[in-house]
Structure formats: structure tokens, C-alpha cells
């Protein structure tokens, strides 16, 4: 399950925003407007309607149930081809379980970026997001713009990133989120931040710390292309610890509105997966949305 290949210059032709009504999901759309308009992108706002609404209803009330469902899925969708009047759009009802209608979408029309909102939870050592953000963290490939409860209280009606923060830890896998991180900078003329967390805090103790950062701080400068320097003067930093609560942290002091990440291809449950483990833990507490791409696949 793939995204649309991420070409040299980045951009977003088509955007695909699931909802399903949720508060988390109104919150994501003025995010997924933005990001729409900046790119001059056609945005896709997809439903789905799962047998699993009614699979506790009484046999004689099925029918009933049901075209109420459909009638407020409509009703919905019918206010969101309203306000999105002003945008190329399109809204898009379909039946099945939800993440098979977001795979079959993703395929249909071409996405070159997912916007979700999600229901996020922390949980023992992994991120407890639901069956369905769970399958698209495992299986795209690609862009995701996720939109976790904790964004609710600071998202602004007219979505705007002015802070955006970088973190790698130099290896493809998120490195393969940098050039996002650069294009959205550029189209939203944001200010960057590139982190780093190292994950010995002892080296603060050696003599080789500080050594040890000026390598670390000029490897996070030579990620920006020498044609991006002349727009794009990011800051560079590096911290020791944890690494999800050393890039929470950067992100807090940053104000960020905006957290990108790089995370590898593999099954999410695996608890020594350290990429996606820091991934998972930065989407359970994010205040901002956060950008995950996932590495190709050879």
C-alpha cells in the first residue's frame, strides 16, 4: 500500500481528508484546507459508512437504522461541500470497513497526502490509536498528516504552520521526511527547526559531548540542500535523552505548529522498532499535528 511516489520537488495534487464527524475530525479539516490551498491541491474528503454501525441493532430495525445513517453521513458531507466551495474538491460517501475505503481511495485517486484525525491514547510502549489509524501508520507509505486530541485546544480556525519542527536520527527512514519538512517551510515561510536526540545521556558526562554535538549540528545543517539556504535558514539542535520527550520538548519551546517525522517501513507493534516507537509516543502527545512519511520500499 503505497502513496503517490514523492517526486524531486514535493507537492500535493491530491489530498485525501477522512472524517467521520468526530470533534478530532473538525479539527483536522482546517488543516487539511491549508495544506490544499498552499499547494493549489484537489482535496478529497472521504466517509465511510461501516457495517459495523449497525451490527448491534435488532434484525427488524436494520433498515431503518441504516438509512438514517446514510441520511446523516449525506447531511454531513453536504456541509462540507459547502464550505469547501472555494477549494477544488471533491466529497466522497463510501461503504466498507474504513480502511479499506482509504486504501481504495488512496489507489483511485492518486493521494499524495493522507489527513486524519485521530483518537489517540497512550498506551504501554506503543501508541493505541484505534484499527484504523493503526493500519495506515503500518501500511502507507507516504505522507500523513495526523491530527491528534491534543491539537484541539491550540488549532487556530485558519490553520496556518509558523513553526515547524525536523527531527531525525540520520537514518533513511527519517531522513525520507526531510524534504516535506523543507516544502511546507517554504510554502507556509516557516521558521525550521532540525533536532536531533541523542539517546546516550551519558555522553553528557564525557569529554567527547561537546565534540560530539558540533559533528552532530553539522550533519543536521548539511540535510538542507545548498539551493534551499538562500529561503530556508533553520535552526539546529541536539539533545540528549529520550528522544520523543527530547522532541517534545523542542517542539514546546518552539511553539511548533507542526512536528515531522521520518518513520521506517515494518509491522508498528514491534516494541524494539526504536523509530516507531518514538514516532508513536510523539503522536500520543503532540500538541500540534504531526507529519509522518514512511521510507520506500525497495
Not at 541536539?238 to 520538548?249: K, S, T
Request: proline share 5%; aromatic share 6%; hydrophobic share 45%.
Amino acid at each position: 500500500m503505497r502513496l503517490s511516489e514523492a517526486p524531486t520537488k514535493i507537492g500535493f495534487k491530491n489530498v485525501l481528508f477522512a472524517t467521520d464527524f468526530s470533534p478530532v475530525s473538525r479539527t483536522a479539516l482546517p488543516f487539511a484546507e491549508s495544506v490544499a490551498r498552499r499547494y493549489g491541491s484537489k482535496l478529497i474528503a472521504a466517509h465511510a459508512i461501516s457495517p459495523g454501525e449497525t451490527r448491534m441493532v435488532p434484525t427488524e430495525a436494520w433498515g431503518a437504522c441504516q438509512q438514517a445513517i446514510e441520511d446523516g453521513a449525506r447531511q454531513e458531507m453536504n456541509g462540507l461541500d459547502v464550505r469547501l466551495t472555494a477549494i477544488p474538491h471533491e466529497v466522497v460517501i463510501r461503504h466498507g470497513m474504513i480502511w479499506d475505503v482509504l486504501s481504495e481511495l488512496i489507489e483511485e485517486k492518486d493521494a499524495d497526502l493522507l489527513i486524519m484525525g485521530t483518537h489517540g491514547r497512550s498506551g504501554i510502549g506503543r501508541l493505541l490509536m484505534g484499527s484504523v489509524a493503526e493500519e495506515v501508520f503500518r501500511q502507507v507509505a507516504g505522507p500523513v498528516l495526523t491530527i491528534g486530541p491534543g491539537v484541539a485546544a491550540h488549532a487556530a480556525p485558519q490553520a496556518e504552520f509558523k513553526e515547524i519542527v525536523f527531527a531525525t536520527d540520520f537514518s533513511l527512514g527519517s531522513l525520507a521526511a526531510a524534504p516535506y519538512a523543507l516544502s511546507l517551510a517554504q510554502e507556509f515561510q516557516a521558521r525550521l527547526t532540525l533536532v536531533h536526540v541523542v539517546a546516550e545521556a551519558g555522553e553528557l558526562v564525557h569529554g567527547s559531548a561537546i565534540p560530539e554535538c558540533e559533528r552532530i549540528l553539522a550533519d543536521l545543517r548539511a540535510i538542507v540542500p545548498l539551493d534551499a539556504e538562500m529561503w530556508c535558514r533553520p535552526e539546529c539542535d541536539v539533545r540528549f535523552g529520550v528522544p520523543a520527550a527530547g522532541i517534545l520538548e523542542v517542539a514546546a519551546e518552539k511553539r511548533a505548529d507542526l512536528i515531522v517525522l521520518g518513520v521506517r517501513s515494518g509491522h508498528v507493534g514491534a516494541a524494539t522498532h526504536a523509530l516507531a516507537a518514538t514516532a508513536h509516543s510523539v503522536l500520543s502527545c503532540a500538541p500540534c499535528p504531526v507529519l509522518t512519511v514512511r521510507e520506500r520500499r525497495a
